[in-house]
């Protein structure tokens, strides 16, 4: 058994011979663990200085454009901006029903009395992605009236998918002799669960909601067919009034908000990555 020094960083020193397998392997325990978890420069600046120049240039763009009265029109008193707030608070408000569902959800389905369900759950999961967005959301509308509500419903509906599977498969693949351990000495059920299972399921648990959030920024451009507004606002009356300022200036804020996410969901997997994972990596 390790103690609290070993865990600290106790072991040999840079350059020292390992002691064991992890010496071997050219990883000098916790000291490897730190290495792996340190955030590299490149993962911090390259992305986001693209998106400072794509936003630049287009923002450049957009400055020396010859813009007519209905362009004008799409793109003036602030609509671009309220056009991405809503766009963000979709995301957002999506987002955060899909990790209440899911999370809880497959965690449910990995317990004895609740495993057969499985098969019958991964199946409505399943259908909600493989239905196609825009017909899923129509027949919403249909339901529900327009609004925000039914892009909510509809995009929840399109995540759920791969954090759910995730979970599943990152609370299976947990090796049973460590849950054995931790039983054994006298940890209940709900201890076994918060303090074992979980922590070593995070990083696939993490790759399904960093899934989840693209697909998420994507589908919210639908919700303005039914009314929902979001960024789709801007692409549609880009197309229908043949005006492609509007339309470009929508693709980008798109593209630069999936982009973004998708960088602060690979950071959240590095941070959130529990410290005993990166040692023993």
Same mark, same amino acid.
């Given at each position: 058994?390790?103690?609290?020094?070993?865990?600290?960083?106790g072991g040999?020193p840079d350059?020292a011979p390992g002691g064991g397998?992890s010496?071997?392997?050219?990883g000098n325990?916790?000291?490897?663990?730190?290495?792996?978890r340190?955030?590299?420069?490149q993962q911090l600046?390259?992305?986001?200085a693209f998106l400072?120049?794509? @936003?630049l240039?287009?923002?450049?763009?957009?400055r020396?454009?010859?813009?007519?009265?209905?362009?004008?029109?799409?793109l003036?008193g602030g609509?671009?901006?309220q056009?991405?707030?809503?766009?963000?608070?979709?995301?957002? #408000?999506?987002?955060f029903f899909?990790?209440i569902?899911?999370?809880p959800l497959?965690?449910l389905l990995t317990?004895?009395?609740l495993r057969?369900?499985?098969?019958f759950a991964?199946a409505?999961?399943?259908? !909600?992605?493989?239905?196609?967005? #825009?017909g899923?959301l129509?027949l919403l509308?249909i339901?529900?009236g327009? !609004?925000?509500?039914?892009?909510l419903?509809?995009i929840?509906a399109y995540?759920?998918l791969?954090?759910?599977?995730n979970?599943i498969?990152g @609370?299976?693949?947990n090796?049973?002799?460590v849950?054995?351990?931790?039983?054994?000495i006298g940890?209940?059920?709900?201890?076994v669960? !918060?303090?074992?299972e979980l922590?070593?399921?995070?990083?696939?648990?993490?790759?399904g909601v960093?899934?989840?959030?693209v697909?998420?920024? !994507?589908?919210?451009?639908?919700a303005?067919?039914g009314?929902g507004?979001?960024?789709?606002?801007?692409?549609t009356?880009?197309?229908?009034n043949?005006r492609?300022p509007v339309?470009?200036l929508g693709?980008?804020?798109?593209?630069a @908000?999936?982009?973004?996410?998708d960088?602060l969901a690979s950071?959240?997997?590095?941070l959130l990555?529990?410290?005993? @994972?990166?040692a023993?990596a």
């Open positions: 058994m390790l103690t609290d020094e070993d865990d600290e960083g040999p350059g397998p010496g071997a392997a050219g325990g916790p000291a490897a663990g730190r290495a792996a340190r955030i590299t420069w600046t390259l992305l986001p400072v120049l794509l @936003l240039g287009t923002w450049l763009w957009y020396q454009a010859d813009l007519d009265a209905i362009s004008r029109n799409a003036s609509q671009v901006s056009a991405l707030w809503e766009q963000i608070e979709l995301v957002a #408000i999506s987002t899909v990790l569902i899911a999370i497959g965690i317990r004895a009395p057969r369900a499985t098969p991964m409505l999961a399943n259908m !909600g992605q493989a239905t196609p967005a #825009i899923l129509a509308v339901w529900l327009t !609004g925000k509500t039914p892009a419903i509809g929840v995540a759920v791969p954090v759910l599977s979970t498969a @609370l299976r693949a090796d049973p002799t849950l054995e351990a931790a039983r054994g940890m209940s059920p709900l201890g669960l !918060g303090r074992v922590p070593l399921a995070v990083p696939l648990i993490l790759a960093r899934t989840a959030l697909l998420n920024v !994507g589908t919210a451009t639908l303005t067919f009314g507004g979001g960024l789709g606002v801007l692409i009356t880009g197309i229908t043949q492609m339309l470009v693709s980008i804020l798109t593209v @908000l999936a982009l973004l996410v960088w950071l959240a997997e590095v990555r529990p410290r005993g @994972l990166e023993g």
